[in-house]
C-alpha cells in the first residue's frame, strides 16, 4: 500500500503505460532503450514496476496465510474467513490496478483500488488479531494446573 502511494504521489501511475507488460515486457529494465526513450524517469518506472512486483508477492503471502488460517484455527470462523476475504478480495485488487493502467487514472477507478486496499488490510488485521487473542487464551488455558 505504501509503495502504491509512492507511485501515485511522484506521479508514477501511468509510467508502465500497458497491462499486465511493462513496455510490452515483463522487465523493462533489461532493455535500456525503452527506459532511456521513456519520457518518465528510471524512478517512476521502477516505483510502478515495484509495485506491480510487491502486489504479487503480497498475493502469494496472503494464499499462505489463508491456508495457514485454515489448518491452524479451523474452529475459529472470525480468522478463517477474515483470511478468506483477503483472498477472495485480492483478484479484484490486481484487476482494479490493471484499470488504474488501461482508464488513464479514472478517479473512480483510483479510489477504488483504494478502499479494496484497506479492505485487505481490514481484514488481514482482523486474521492477525483474532489469531493472536486465541493463540494466548488457549496458552493461558494449558497453564492452569
Ligand atoms: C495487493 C495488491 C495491491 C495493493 C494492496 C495495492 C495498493 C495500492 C495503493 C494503496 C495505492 C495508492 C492509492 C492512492 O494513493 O490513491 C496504489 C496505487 C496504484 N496501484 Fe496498486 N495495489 C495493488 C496491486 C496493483 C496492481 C496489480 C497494479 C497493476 C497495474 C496496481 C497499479 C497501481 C497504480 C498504477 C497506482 C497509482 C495510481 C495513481 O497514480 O494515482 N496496483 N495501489
Known amino acids: 500500500m505504501l509503495l502504491g502511494a509512492y507511485t501515485s504521489a511522484i506521479g508514477a501511475g501511468l509510467s508502465c503505460p500497458d497491462w499486465p507488460t511493462c513496455y510490452g515486457t515483463w522487465v523493462p529494465f533489461l532493455h535500456s532503450g525503452i527506459v532511456a526513450s521513456s519520457s518518465y524517469s528510471t524512478l517512476q518506472i521502477f516505483a ?14 496472503i494464499l499462505g496465510t489463508t491456508i495457514g488460517a485454515w489448518l491452524a484455527y479451523p474452529n475459529n470462523r472470525l480468522v478463517t474467513w477474515s483470511a478468506t476475504g483477503a483472498l477472495v ?17 479514472q478517479p473512480f477507478v483510483v479510489t477504488t ?33
Open 48 to 61: 510502478e514496476w515495484a509495485h506491480r512486483g510487491l502486489a504479487m508477492t503480497a498475493g502469494f503471502i
Open 89 to 105: 478480495l485480492l483478484p479484484t485488487q490486481v484487476l482494479l490496478g490493471g484499470l488504474t493502467v488501461t482508464e488513464n487514472l
Open 113 to 145: 483500488h483504494l478502499g479494496v486496499a484497506t479492505l485487505i488490510l481490514l481484514c488481514l488485521l482482523t486474521t492477525f488479531l483474532t489469531g493472536w487473542l486465541s493463540s494466548r487464551e488457549k496458552m493461558q488455558y494449558e497453564q492452569v494446573p
